[in-house]
């Protein structure tokens, strides 16, 4: 699939919402946090705070999906996973390749994964 093309200034907006509020705004605090760490790439407590972010909304947003009739759950998890993995062997300072890897990931998997259980859950 092509690649999203990536906002900037790097915000959560309507063309990212999957339309059930929990799930749009841990999306939102996923932009935000990947905007703050880009923003203080050498502040661990702003990638620790990302990272804890990431692991709740991948735990929460796994339990709904998993309800959903003829959904990708091994898939969408396995993205997941891979994320987790990349992401955790992220440290500081953050590098612009690592920021921008991250906000790729994020656009991408929205759009072309999660947006899969839109009108499902």
Known sequence: KAMAPIPEPFKWDESFAVFYQQIDDE?????????????????????????????????????QYEKVADHDVAGHKAKHAEFLKAA???NTPVSTDQVIFMKQWLVDHITNTDFTYKGML
Do not use: Q
């Open 27 to 63: 999306h939102k605090g996923l932009f935000d946090g990947i905007f703050a760490v880009h923003a203080s790439p050498g502040d661990a407590a702003v990638l620790d705070s990302l990272k804890g972010k990431v692991v709740a909304h991948f735990t929460y947003e796994e339990g």
């Open 88 to 90: 955790g062997g992220i």
